[in-house]
């Protein structure tokens, strides 16, 4: 199927183009943030929820993969407050994402390879200030990595940006 629409011209009006996060296993939507970062010099505790990767047990499956990536330079904010006293960095844990696809690069930010921020917790309870607060979107830029692994060699057969630009 991915041959003929390939060779027709119609893949990128196909669903592995228009809407590729309808067929992931895995994904992370968050902001970018290191896992040495700190808040007002002192350092919370960062802990590793989930690596995507295209590696599995260290070695690369032989199959065919859809990298979606929907990148921008947004950011965000919010004030956190913690009832009943001061705040106490060793009780903030930051909870993140690793994304490893250092083996692919958007054309823009360059190496997929990031810690996406999923979850803050206090005491153990989400904040709601943080899970309430509005990502600053700064537009999208989109781009669909199809890409064939056989025998541990990635070959990328395909590259679409923004919808638009076949590459």
């Not at 995507?52 to 904010?77: A, C, F, R």
């Amino acid at each position: 199927m991915f041959k003929s629409l390939k060779n027709s011209g119609d893949l990128k009006d196909s669903l592995f183009v228009e809407a590729p996060f309808d067929l992931c296993e895995q994904s992370a939507y968050g902001v970018f943030i290191g896992s040495e970062d700190t808040i007002d010099g002192e350092l919370p505790k960062y802990e590793c929820i989930e690596t995507i990767s295209l590696l599995k047990d260290g070695s690369y499956e032989d199959g065919w993969y859809i990298v979606h990536t929907g990148l921008t330079k947004g950011s965000l904010e919010f004030q956190f407050e913690p009832e009943g006293g001061d705040f106490d960095i060793n009780e903030l844990v930051i909870e993140y994402q690793k994304v490893n696809l250092s083996e692919l690069s958007d054309d823009l930010y360059g190496e997929l390879n990031f810690n996406v921020l999923s979850n803050i917790l206090y005491k153990g309870d989400f904040i709601d200030e943080y899970d309430e607060a509005e990502l600053i979107d700064r537009g999208i830029d989109r781009e669909v990595h199809i890409l064939q692994i056989k025998d541990e060699k990635i070959n990328t057969v395909y590259k679409n940006r923004n919808y638009l630009e076949e590459c």
